[in-house]
């Protein structure tokens, strides 16, 4: 027998600690949710990033860990020399589930905003607080473009506007600007989850009656030239397929916020939203990622 740690035999289990550079978080961690353990925590180390799962003793954790091995190296995480060395196992007996899974979600702060969960009682004197419930759809306002986005509606958003918000996961940019004055915003989204969750996060925060959710995408939308504002904060493929939808949907003199582009993709953007319409653009950047912002001339 390997004197491995995952051959620990009985209950209990292994956890599993890998620290890897901070732009690849996002990418590891989907993976370890799909491969290799139900759930995750992680904690932010400067430039790195260390996340932590656990893999019951009975689940075959050598072979989980054997496939994170080597998906750390095909996608080029970690060069192969360091891979054994950023991975640190610890066998456990008994896991505060509850309480490890609420410690992964802190409050994020952006400004004069703060998003948190809805057992975090830390009190924000001053602050807007916009509370979601972290389930299966996007948008606890970790990433940065959640982040683009909402700071880019604090600029735009005007008191009665009408707003489509496409890609609304958990809802929490029609949330945002439903608090900023928005009369009346619809969310979209493909993903069945989306809905209910967006759904449920709006009640939290007191806007049920100005937003309604829907799952589909712009085929969705029957009303032309109706809507102040269209946010989407997609990839960029997705903004390009559905540009031309955004456009009929938007009323003479509207704006668009448009996000989930990459850096790298800024020149091919612009070329095609110029080629398109006539709107003065702006680009704001987190990191890698842009956010651009368009008003109509
Ligand atoms: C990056 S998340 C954004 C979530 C949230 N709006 C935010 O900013 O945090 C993108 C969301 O768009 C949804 N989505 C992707 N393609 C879509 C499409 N063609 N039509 C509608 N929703 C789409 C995904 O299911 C996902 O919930």
Not at 5 to 24: F, M
Not at 255 to 277: C, H, P, R, V
Request: a negative charge; one cysteine or more.
């Amino acid at each position: 027998m390997s004197d491995r740690p995952g051959h620990k035999s009985g209950r209990g289990y292994l956890e599993i600690a890998v620290t890897i550079p901070c732009q690849h978080e996002e990418m590891v961690s989907d993976f370890i949710i799909e491969e290799v353990a139900f759930g995750l925590v992680t904690e932010d180390l400067d430039d790195q990033v260390r996340i932590i799962c656990y893999i019951p003793h009975d689940n075959g954790p050598d072979e989980k860990i054997d496939k994170l091995k080597k998906y750390l190296s095909i996608m080029e995480v970690l060069p192969d020399e360091l891979i054994d060395e950023r991975i640190k196992t610890k066998n456990i007996e008994e896991i505060d589930w509850i309480n490890e899974y609420q410690k992964s979600f802190e409050p994020v702060v952006i400004g004069d905003l703060v998003i948190k969960t809805p057992w975090d009682k830390t009190e924000f004197p001053g602050k807007k607080i916009i509370i979601i419930e972290p389930k299966m759809a996007f948008g606890t306002g970790k990433h940065e473009t959640t982040q683009l986005c909402l700071r880019a509606i604090e600029k735009e958003i005007e008191p009665g506007m009408k707003v489509l918000d496409l890609g609304t996961g958990s809802g929490i940019l029609s949330i945002y600007a439903a608090m900023l004055g928005a009369s009346e915003i619809l969310g979209l989204d493909i993903d069945p989850d989306a809905v209910p969750n967006a759904l449920e996060n709006a009640e939290m925060n007191n806007v049920s009656d100005k937003f309604g959710a829907r799952t589909g995408s712009m085929e969705q939308i029957d009303k032309k030239n109706y809507y102040d504002l269209v946010i989407s904060n997609l990839i960029y493929d997705g903004i390009v397929k559905l540009f031309d939808d955004f456009l009929a949907a938007l009323k003479p003199g509207g704006k668009m916020i448009l996000s989930g582009i990459l850096d790298d993709q800024k020149n091919q953007l612009t070329e095609f939203i110029k080629f398109k319409a006539s709107f003065e653009i702006e680009i704001m950047q987190q990191n890698e990622w842009l956010c651009y912002i368009l008003r109509t001339r």
